[in-house]
């Protein structure tokens, strides 16, 4: 059981420049979530889904997209990386049960992306 | 989702007690508190989740008074390895999922 898993660990990308970052789990969770977290700052959230095949806007949309064509795997796209969008990024999952199981979500280890 | 305030940081030496005391005075009736720890270069980890009084589970304590406007995460006797950030988070046990993570207590614990 892996849990949740991002691919890849680290990128350098270039202004301009599109990306994928891939997010996989394997406990057959409904919701699945994208972060952003800048150094000092707590996690900002950028999109999130609560189930195959629908995405909604987080706290922070703007410049990236998003897909759940798949149950377990979320995606998160920058189309022409910005200077701004240097962070560390994380995606995470959770079950939509009745009271405390929907706050637990699970993590993945994060990818550390800089745009240069 | 109310708003909660927190300590930026905290210093301790291994062996002691920390308690992280958050503050969320518009708490509402369905509200649940939620502590989540991040190690650095780490993903957040749930740590412990409470309504009222008293949660203990094999990591921490966590105390809530009765009117429920503030919540003490409490930590015994930590290591080097506790040193983290602990985020304090509020939503509503029915209809909240997303979570809002505020910038967190570092704790840092010393030899």
């Known amino acids: 059981n892996a849990g949740v898993t991002q691919t890849p660990k680290f990128r350098v990308l270039k202004t301009g420049q599109s990306m994928t970052l891939l997010c996989a789990q394997d406990m057959n969770h409904e919701y699945m979530y994208w972060y952003r977290q800048d150094p000092g700052m707590g996690l900002r959230l950028i999109h999130y889904s609560v189930g195959e095949g629908t995405t909604a806007k987080g706290e922070v949309p703007d410049g990236y997209n998003v897909s759940r064509l798949k149950k377990q795997n979320f995606l998160l796209g920058l189309e022409s990386a910005a200077p701004s969008q240097t962070s560390v990024y994380f995606c995470?999952?959770?079950?939509?049960?009745?009271?405390?199981?929907?706050?637990?979500?699970?993590f993945g280890p994060g990818t550390r992306l800089t745009v240069t | 989702l109310a708003k909660t305030t927190q300590p930026i940081s905290m210093d301790s030496y291994e062996g002691q007690e920390v308690n992280i005391t958050c503050s969320h005075n518009?708490?509402?009736?369905?509200?649940?508190i939620t502590w989540y720890q991040q190690f650095p270069s780490q993903g957040p980890r749930f740590i412990i989740q409470?309504?009222?009084t008293k949660v203990t589970n094999e990591v921490a304590s966590l105390f809530i008074p009765a009117d429920r406007k503030s919540s003490t995460l409490s930590l015994p006797r930590v290591s080097l390895s506790d040193t983290a950030v602990y985020y304090c988070l509020v939503g509503d046990m029915y209809t909240d999922y997303k979570l809002s993570f505020g910038a967190g207590t570092t704790v840092t614990v010393r030899a």
């Open positions: 518009n708490i509402a009736t369905n509200d649940y």
């Open positions: 995470a999952s959770s079950t939509p049960g009745s009271g405390t199981s929907r706050y637990e979500q699970y």
């Open positions: 409470g309504y009222k």
